[in-house]
């Protein structure tokens, strides 16, 4: 993959999940909530086309192999954003039972989460 290609496969990844909540919204007859959905994320697909272009922190973090800066800020950025995932899936987890329903999905994302981060950290303490 070139680096021009992950420059654009970021944008094009958030236009095709609009494409596909579209598609699922309108199948759903959510047509109105489908189209705000794939505006929303029509935006961030061209916000990021154009800070392709001058964001020295975006070209850094979408080339083929970034640099130890840029890869340790795209480490720290995943790591936020699964913490974020997690406490909020936890927190409506705990709302649900306390109103009384069952929990669930929320039950399964914060079991895959907490399997897939105790699955990483055995594999990565064996790798390096």
Request: proline share 2%; aromatic share 12%.
């Amino acid at each position: 993959m070139t680096s021009n290609t992950a420059r654009r496969s970021v944008p094009g990844f958030f236009l095709a999940v609009g494409v596909a909540c579209l598609v699922a919204a309108t199948f759903g007859g959510h047509l109105a909530l489908g189209l705000v959905t794939f505006g929303i994320l029509a935006a961030c697909s061209l916000a990021l086309v154009l800070l392709g272009r001058r964001s020295e922190t975006y070209q850094g973090l979408t080339e083929k192999a970034p640099d130890e800066r840029f890869a340790r800020i795209g480490g720290w950025a995943w790591a936020g954003t699964g913490i974020v995932l997690t406490v909020g899936n936890l927190s409506a987890f705990i709302g649900e039972l306390a109103s009384g329903r069952s929990g669930d999905p929320y039950f399964w994302f914060v079991a895959t989460a907490a399997i897939t981060y105790i699955a990483l950290v055995a594999f990565l303490s064996r790798r390096t």
